[in-house]
Structure formats: structure tokens, C-alpha cells
T-cell receptor, first 112, second 112 residues
Framework: DQQVKQNSPSLSVQEGRISILNCDYTNSMFDYFLWYKKYPAEGPTFLIS?????DKNEDGRFTVFLNKSAKHLSLHIVPSQPGDSAVYFC???????????FGTGTRLKVLA | NAGVTQTPKFRVLKTGQSMTLLCAQD?????MYWYRQDPGMGLRLIHY???????AKGEVPDGYNVSRLKKQNFLLGLESAAPSQTSVYFCASSFDRNTEAFFGQGTRLTVV
């Protein structure tokens, strides 16, 4: 039973345009959400997070939106750059259990 | 500033052999995690620890054991390796609940 789902395995975007990566979750107890970026042969690195008390968080070119009623979050990257090409994972946690549950990832390719 | 260090980085085991993966963090984090990454499956939580001397099961704990005898170290053991345990293993740590987790570089394990 996949509690965190990323339904798009891959996404291609032109350099300079917006990249939108989506994530859905099923567990209503999740109250903290994160996005990670992963390059080949490296560990995931933290990008941005959002608490369930917010619906938006920005950090430079990265913005995460949370829609609690739809159990959906998205990561917007504007403008996209070739160096953003990587696999992006969303993750969710329930502060009652301390666990981070990850989605299956979306491979983003930014075309120059 | 080492962060999270995993040892070894690569290993090939024969079916039935045992081994221990070591994770060390120098950030004084309370929480530590072991994940495995498989194609199309994302990152799945094996075991985690919320403090020295504590461990708990994650999503896929069967065939693995863990120990957290010292706060800075989290060991993952395979008592009798199976080909299904061929994977890339990541260790992570976090300071508190609802904070980002920091990942190691990964251990690529092949069981033949």
C-alpha cells in the first residue's frame, strides 16, 4: 500500500520554463512534507519542505504547494536549468511515528 | 564536515553470507534511518531509531536487523543474504521530527 505516490515517472522540460512535479498521499496523519533531489551514485539531498499548517513555501527558484483537502503537493521549479536534471522524491512524515515515507520518484530532464 | 558516512560503498555477497553495513553521523542527530532503493520502488524504509538504544521496524524490515548502541552509529545487518536484497542502501539522520533528514552516499550491495 503506497502511502506516497508520484504518478509521473519522468518529465522533460525546456530550459527556462517551469517544471511541475506532483505528489499524492493517502495518510491524513502526515503533517510534514519534503522534496529531495538525487543525482546518480549520490545520496538524496534535501530541497525544500512544508508543514501542514502552511499551503506554500518558497526558496529561491523552488516553491512547494500543499493542498491538504486533496492530499496533494507539488514542486515548482522556475526557471528550470539543465543542472536541475535529477530524480526528485517527495516524502512525508507523521510526527507521531518519526518515519519519513518516500514516493517512487520522478526523473526530471531539463533540455538546453 | 563529514555528515553521514556509510561503510562500505560497494559489496558483493554470496547467497547465505552475512554482513553489516555501518552508518556514522557526526551531527549529534537523535534519529537515524536505513532505506533501500530499488528501480521503480523509490526509497523504502527498512528500520529506524529515535535514539541511542532504540530501534523500530519500517516498511520492509524482513531479513534485516539493526542496532544503535552509540548515538552516532546505526548498524544494518543481513544474517543470511538473499538475491532479493540486492539493492542500494541509504542511511539518513535527522535532528528532530519534522526536520530534514541528511543522507549518506549509499552502499551498493549485490547478492549472487
Amino acid at each position: 500500500d503506497q502511502q506516497v505516490k508520484q504518478n509521473s515517472p519522468s518529465l522533460s522540460v525546456q530550459e527556462g520554463r517551469i517544471s511541475i512535479l506532483n505528489c499524492d498521499y493517502t495518510n491524513s496523519m502526515f503533517d510534514y512534507f519534503l522534496w529531495y533531489k538525487k543525482y546518480p551514485a549520490e545520496g538524496p539531498t534535501f530541497l525544500i519542505s512544508i508543514s501542514s499548517i502552511k499551503d506554500k513555501n518558497e526558496d529561491g527558484r523552488f516553491t512547494v504547494f500543499l493542498n491538504k483537502s486533496a492530499k496533494h503537493l507539488s514542486l515548482h521549479i522556475v526557471p528550470s536549468q539543465p543542472g536541475d536534471s535529477a530524480v526528485y522524491f517527495c516524502a512525508a512524515s507523521d510526527s507521531g511515528t518519526y518515519k519519513y515515507i518516500f514516493g517512487t520518484g520522478t526523473r526530471l530532464k531539463v533540455l538546453a | 564536515n563529514a555528515g553521514v558516512t556509510q561503510t562500505p560503498k560497494f559489496r558483493v555477497l554470496k547467497t547465505g553470507q552475512s554482513m553489516t553495513l555501518l552508518c556514522a553521523q557526526d551531527m549529534n542527530h537523535e534519529y537515524m534511518y536505513w532505506y533501500r532503493q530499488d528501480p521503480g520502488m523509490g526509497l523504502r524504509l527498512i528500520h529506524y531509531s529515535v535514539g541511542e538504544g532504540t530501534t523500530a521496524k519500517g516498511e520492509v524490515p524482513d531479513g534485516y536487523n539493526v542496532s544503535r548502541l552509540k548515538k552516532q552509529n546505526f548498524l544494518l545487518g543481513l544474517e543470511s543474504a538473499a538475491p532479493s536484497q540486492t539493492s542500494v542502501y541509504f542511511c539518513a539522520s535527522s535532528f528532530d521530527r519534522n526536520t530534514e533528514a541528511f543522507f549518506g552516499q549509499g552502499t551498493r550491495l549485490t547478492v549472487v
